[in-house]
């Protein structure tokens, strides 16, 4: 049994398949049917309105409608699309057992305990038919797939079979007015529309079960009395044939497969048993520990078949349907009913070999697993789970193709796998001594060796290596050298597919797939949902592949797509081109034609071959969402402008990619105030001060546009914007633009229009506006408020701007290789000139007219007839926009105009010149270089514990660089400073960095440690010599002497170094015990050469 997918629910009394889709209904015995994908393992729906356990359902073949019969007396039909019941019917007296729908009519059976059956129409929701005459609980009824038949079994101990002939004349065929009078006195005396056919009699005991076979006439029944019938009829009668005995209980189920000659049986004893339908023996028994099954359901197209138990349901199949293939060159050799076969590609020739000997037992699972072919010696390995494992080796004359009568002795063997591995060897793995077994094809070893892993199974992996399959990782293994070549984590593999150049691999698991080269290095892994079937390399090195119900591809980068889906599962064995060969479940070879220009155009991105993508571009029809998408993650949006229509598409991967001038076109098109706003963020963030008043002028915000002009240098627009605020009534905006421009006597102007009088005057008064201030005082009488304390305060006013900006300077871009593709849309945005962004406003958008007339909610009010605008002049009058002469600065510009920066060609900074031209570890951590300085000193002095040199290192680097201040909110500068500089040295020539250590400083060092020493401080003294030698191994000296003199330097400090720990030890101990005393003498002689002969006397 190959369990596909399994439950944990109640108790499951009724199953159904669907007939197409990978779909089963589950009815429990709570009164809940569930709908299941099995394939995905996934609950689609749920249906609850039956009371009681529901014992039937079943789906129709061609409606989105199922039907259910409960323990509540009624039959519901539901829609599974709306998850609604439509109607009820009524008209049981006792608990429905099985309900089911006709292939061909609108009729459903029903059988109950109220020992009747009876047959519905759906579609007038009436009963048309009662089958009386069993005289005890009906257990289940269902229809004869071809004939108008159908088939009861009945506790009475019988199974009856009924003709509904007359049911479907009357039903289908017409009648005119003397044949309905007759109908109508047949249905109010007695009707004959069924009748019994046949009475099957042998059972002694209730039958629980009785099925028809779905193209011969046979029945099969289980009953009470634990065996299970088999029974035949023609025309005339029906007899028993053979009765089937193993069950240990009450037989639940029994029914035939769909596909293959069997008959497969549940009952209570907690087993499920399969029969060999011409032969009537058991074939095999599969048992649960605690689970009794009560049904079983077989789908009508496909080998699976679905059982209920106590605590849920199973899906399995009985045996693998994959068939053993082998691909060599032009040619897959393959098995098929018990031969073996051969299929060439290029003339699609199909030739029958030889016959392959038959197992010996009957039992299921014997079909050939696996097969490897020979070419040069055209010898053929098959191997298959017969006896636990063996192989057949056949040696094929050339001359015995296509004749079926030719059957060579095969030579046998026993192993888990086998393979070719040369010309005329074979490695066969001996499991259970993990050893392979080197034969030759007279099936003698020529030599027996070890595998270093614990091996499931081999592969070929190349002339004289094999692939290793262990637990949680694959292995390549040399037979002749005994080396591993190559290890990687890859858990249960199941299948491997090398590429034809043997230079890549696919390893195939149940959920994933991982890509290796053929050291089995790594390079991307896929992960699928559903189960991996098979896979191919086509000749471009994309990985083409199968699962349940699609073919999909995987680039060599790990991006995988769906090329299209499967009704049914098929097993790819080579790809050519768009051409895909596979072979299908039942043998069959297949070409299946492809569309494979996304992955095609994928790859070629991928690789970088952009002329390549320019051709696909323009000839081929690649679009879609997916393809888009795909730009947009791999960085190339404006790629992704070239298939998109959508103007909301194409905004958004605009300003993805930079290009303002078709995010602005499309802007316009959508004429969307979030548009709008986000094309002023992204020309903002690109410096674009034209885009972004446009932008703020289409959506009116005069707060961004008011502070926008602030921050160029406009202050005239300013005062202009504080006019519109004004004729708006927005007093806040008018008062912020006043402030901008520094205006006294606009907000003292703007606070006494608003009525803040006392604000009003403060404000005069403390700027020194007498005259304003004095006219308020008056107003205000005795609510004059105090003016504050001034004495050491100043007036606060807006700095000048010393220029205008315009657009950020640009830097000039090459043209990319997609640039010269753009389509007639893409030019004709390219294309489009805005005007200056000094400029006008839009007139649709803005309607302003003057400053003396008021904007209200889009509606001009005139309040003076002064001041006619000029609509040639724009949005501005002329007043406002007299500028003064710049002529060295250039006017803000929309993209069209925008002046070009040619930026200068980059050096190459100082740092990376001293890395280059120094091997000396204290010039690399100067220049920040702390990776290769570390490594430097590891190499050089074997240093290996680098904590203590990080602050040397930070000193170091700091100490040969100085730090300027630019302009506010500008980065602080950093200059490296060089050993040497001066102003006549070439500017191509430089030196080595300034180094804040030198000899000097280690002589001043070491003279204060000396006097630490002598004053006893022995930690200070401690701290300084190991301070000298953490800086010793990052100075930079300049001669012979020098060098000399720092290995000198060093075995002083390391003799001081070496005393004092030892000092310091011994007054540790000194102090625990008195015996340590002569060892203390000791040690104080063996201080004596170094100086500090003395220290135990302080």
């Known amino acids: 049994m190959l369990t596909k997918f399994e439950t944990k629910s109640n108790r499951v009394k009724g199953l159904a398949f669907h007939p197409r889709r990978p779909w089963i209904l589950a ?53 599974y699309k709306t998850h609604r019941c439509l109607f009820t019917l009524h008209g049981h007296l006792d608990y429905i057992r099985t309900v089911q729908f006709h292939a061909e009519y609108p009729w459903i059976v029903s059988a109950s305990d109220d020992q009747t059956i009876r047959i519905w129409n759906w579609q007038s929701r009436t009963c048309v038919a009662v089958l009386t005459g069993h005289n005890h609980y009906v257990m289940c009824a269902s229809f004869h797939p071809e004939e108008d038949l159908v088939v009861s079994a009945s506790l009475d101990q019988t199974v009856r079979v009924w003709d509904i002939g007359a049911l479907r004349k009357k039903s289908v065929s017409p009648a005119d007015d003397i044949m309905r009078l007759t109908q109508m006195n047949t249905d109010l005396f007695g009707g004959i529309d069924a009748v019994v056919k046949y009475v099957l009699e042998g059972h002694d005991r209730g039958v629980n079960w009785a099925s028809f076979h779905p193209t011969l006439p046979l029945i099969v029944s289980g009953a009470d009395d634990r065996q299970v019938k088999l029974w035949r009829m023609n025309d005339t009668k029906a007899w028993e044939v053979d009765t089937l005995r193993g069950h240990m209980n009450n037989v639940s189920c029994a029914m035939f497969h769909a596909k293959q000659d069997i008959i497969v049986s549940n009952s209570e004893d907690k087993s499920i048993r399969i029969w060999d339908a011409t032969k009537r023996t058991g074939i095999q028994t599969f048992r649960r520990e605690h689970d009794r099954f009560w049904i079983l359901a077989a789908h009508p197209e496909m080998n699976l ?57 009957v039992s299921l699972n014997q079909s050939p697993r696996t097969l490897s072919y020979s070419p040069t010696e055209n010898a053929i390995l098959i191997c298959s789970d017969v006896d636990g494992g063996s192989y057949e080796l056949y040696i094929v004359p050339k001359d015995s193709a296509g004749r079926s009568d030719y059957l060579q002795e095969a030579r046998k063997g026993a192993g888990s796998s086998a393979v070719f591995i040369a010309r005329n060897r074979f490695a066969v793995l001996e499991k259970s001594s993990n050893n392979v077994l080197v034969k030759n094809l007279k099936n003698e070893i020529v030599k027996k060796t070890p595998l270093p892993v614990a091996t499931d199974a081999i592969y070929y992996a190349g002339t004289g290596n094999i692939l290793c399959k262990a637990e949680d990782r694959v292995v390549i293994f040399d037979l002749q050298q005994r080396l ?14 090398w590429s034809s150049d043997m230079e890549s691999v696919a390893l195939l698991s149940k959920h994933a797939i991982i890509i290796a080269n053929k050291k089995l290095v790594h390079r991307c892994t896929l992960h699928e949902t559903i189960r991996v079937k098979s896979g191919a390399w086509d000749e471009n090195g994309v990985f083409i592949y199968t699962t349940l119900n699609h073919i999909k591809y995987c680039l060599p980068n790990g991006d995988s797509g769906i090329i299209r889906t499967l009704d049914v599962p098929i097993y790819i064995t080579r790809v050519i081109g768009n051409i895909i060969f596979c072979i299908d479940r039942d043998g069959k070879n297949k070409l299946v034609t492809v569309d494979a220009s996304e992955y095609i155009f994928k790859l070629a991105l991928f690789r970088k071959r952009y002329d390549h993508v320019m051709s696909m571009i323009k000839n081929s029809q690649l679009c879609g969402q997916a393809v888009i998408s795909y730009l947009q993650q791999k960085g190339f949006p ?82 202009f914007m504080c006019k519109i605020a004004g004729q708006n009534n927005n007093f806040m905006g008018q008062f912020h633009n006043a402030l901008y421009l520094g205006d006294v006597r606009k907000r003292v102007e703007i606070l006494e229009n608003t009525g803040q009088l006392a604000l009003a005057y403060v404000t005069a008064a403390t700027h020194g506006l007498t005259e304003i201030a004095d006219r308020l005082a008056a107003e205000l009488g005795e609510n004059i408020p105090s003016l504050p304390d001034g004495k050491a305060s100043s007036l606060l006013i807006p700095p000048a701007p010393l220029m205008s900006c315009s657009d950020w300077p640009l830097l000039r871009v090459m043209r990319g290789i997609f640039d010269a593709g753009l389509d007639a849309t893409g030019r004709a945005d390219q294309d489009e000139d805005y005007d200056d962004a000094g400029g006008d406003w839009g007139d649709e958008d803005l309607e302003i007219v003057d400053v003396n007339n008021v904007v209200e909610n889009g509606d001009v009010v005139d309040h003076s007839e002064e001041d006619e605008v000029n609509e040639e002049e724009g949005g501005w009058d002329l007043e406002d926009l007299e500028l003064p002469p710049e002529t060295e600065t250039p006017k803000a510009a929309g993209p ?21 031209k120094s091997s000396l570890a204290g ?116 001669s012979r002497r020098e060098v000399d003199e720092v290995k000198e330097l060093i075995v002083i400090v390391r003799e001081y170094v070496l005393g004092l720990k030892m000092e310091r030890t011994l007054r540790g101990c000194f102090w625990r015990t008195a015996l340590m005393r002569p060892s203390r003498r000791r040690l104080a002689r063996l201080c004596r050469p170094v100086g500090i002969g003395k220290m135990g006397a302080s």
């Open 305 to 361: 078949l679905a059982a209920g138990h106590d605590s849920g349901m199973i899906v399995f199949k009985l045996e693998r349907e994959r068939p053993a293939f082998s691909v060599s060159g032009d040619t897959v050799f393959y098995v098929k009913d018990r031969f073996l076969r051969y299929y060439e590609y290029s003339t699609q020739k199909e030739v029958q070999v030889a016959p392959i000997r038959r197992p010996g037992t």
């Open 638 to 719: 404006e790629v992704a402008l070239h298939f998109v229509k959508d103007e909301k598409t194409r905004f958004n991967l605009a300003l993805e990619s930079g290009n303002i001038q078709i995010a602005v076109a499309s802007a316009k098109e959508l004429d969307d105030k979030d548009h709008w706003y986000r094309l002023g963020i992204e020309a903002l963030r690109q410096g674009n001060v034209g885009i972004v008043e446009y932008a703020y002028q289409r959506t009116k915000n005069f707060d961004r546009l008011a502070f926008l002009y602030l921050i160029t240098g406009y202050l005239d627009k300013v005062g």
């Open 484 to 497: 591993v070549l190559g290890e990687l984590q890859a858990p249960t593999v199941k299948y491997v597919v």
């Open 923 to 1038: 010039e690399h951590a100067a220049a920040g270089n702390f990776d290769t300085a570390m490594r430097l000193l590891s190499r050089q002095l074997g240093i290996k514990n680098f904590a203590p040199l990080k602050p040397l290192f930070l000193d170091a680097h700091m100490g040969s660089h100085t730090f300027l201040r630019a302009f506010t909110s500008a980065p602080v500068i950093s200059v490296a400073v060089e050993k040497g500089w001066s102003e006549s040295a070439s500017p191509n020539v430089r030196g080595p960095p300034a180094l804040v250590f030198n000899f000097s400083q280690m002589d001043d060092k070491l003279k204060a440690a000396y006097k630490a020493t002598t004053e006893g401080k022995f930690p200070e003294a401690l701290r300084q010599f190991l301070s000298i030698l953490h800086t010793i191994p990052l100075l930079v000296v300049d």
């Open 27 to 79: 009815s429990l015995h709570s009164g809940v049917i569930q709908m299941w994908d099995y394939r995905m393992g996934t609950l689609l729906d749920r249906f609850d309105e039956h009371d009681g356990p529901v014992r039937g359902v079943h789906f129709h073949a061609t409606q989105p409608l199922f039907v259910s019969g409960g323990d509540d007396y009624k039959i519901k039909v539901w829609n």
């Open 896 to 916: 069209a105009r925008s002046a070009l920066f040619v930026a200068p060609t980059p050096g190459m900074p100082v740092s990376q010149i001293w890395t280059q």
